[in-house]
């Protein structure tokens, strides 16, 4: 689906989630999340709605929730990360989750996102911003210019550490 091609209707917004927006987000966003695990999935979007150290944003297109992304202040670097990593990421915002739906890829929802995360990691006072990707090392790289940081296992897979100070 496009975004309104008329510009009668602004494209999409991103907001900074409250406990109010949850319900409704959660039931629109759920349909693209593994069946097993939505209870975890809501619990996550309640938490980083409601704790001072953590951000939900939410992507709302025409009152639907079609995107959402968690950041928290700081969070334990990878296992088995070297000193100098686990001292850096202490100063460092962490991205924990980041998803637009499928029909409203490509228009630029998650670029938008990103440049949240980055107004809210200079509001916190913190230095950069890291996160733990499976597939999309490449993107953060061409797109955001995030920097790999190193690989680590998390249950029994492979993925991309990847940083970007500000
Ligand atoms: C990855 C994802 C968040 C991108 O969201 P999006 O809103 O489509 O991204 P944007 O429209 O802002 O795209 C930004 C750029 O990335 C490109 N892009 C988008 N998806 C891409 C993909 N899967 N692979 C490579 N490039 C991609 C776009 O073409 C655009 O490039 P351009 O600026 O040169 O035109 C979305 O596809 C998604 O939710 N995927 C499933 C979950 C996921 O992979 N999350 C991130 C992993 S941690």
């Known amino acids: 689906m496009n ?15 409250t406990l109010s927006e949850v ?13 097993d695990f939505v209870h975890v999935f809501l619990d996550k979007m309640q938490r980083y709605a409601t704790k ?10 025409q009152n ?39 029909e409203f890829r490509n228009q630029g929802v998650a670029s938008k996102i990103v440049e949240r995360w980055e107004e809210w990691t200079y ?15 490449d993107w953060y790289q061409r797109c955001f210019h995030f920097s790999v940081h190193g690989s680590t296992i998390q249950h029994g897979v492979k993925k991309t550490i990847l940083s970007k100070a500000l």
């Open 23 to 35: 319900d409704r987000a959660f039931s629109d966003l759920k349909r693209d999340m593994n069946p």
């Open 52 to 61: 001072p150290d953590r951000a939900l944003f939410l992507a709302r297109y």
């Open 123 to 137: 509001q916190n006072q913190l230095a950069g911003i890291w996160l733990v990707t499976r597939q999309m090392a």
């Open 64 to 102: 639907v929730f079609i995107a959402f992304s968690t950041i928290i202040k700081s969070s334990p670097a990878p296992e088995n990360s070297d000193k100098t990593t686990i001292q850096l990421f202490k100063n460092y915002a962490s991205v924990t989750g980041l998803m637009v739906l499928p």
């Open 3 to 17: 975004f309104d091609p008329s510009g009668s209707q602004p494209a999409c917004q991103i907001i900074l989630a």
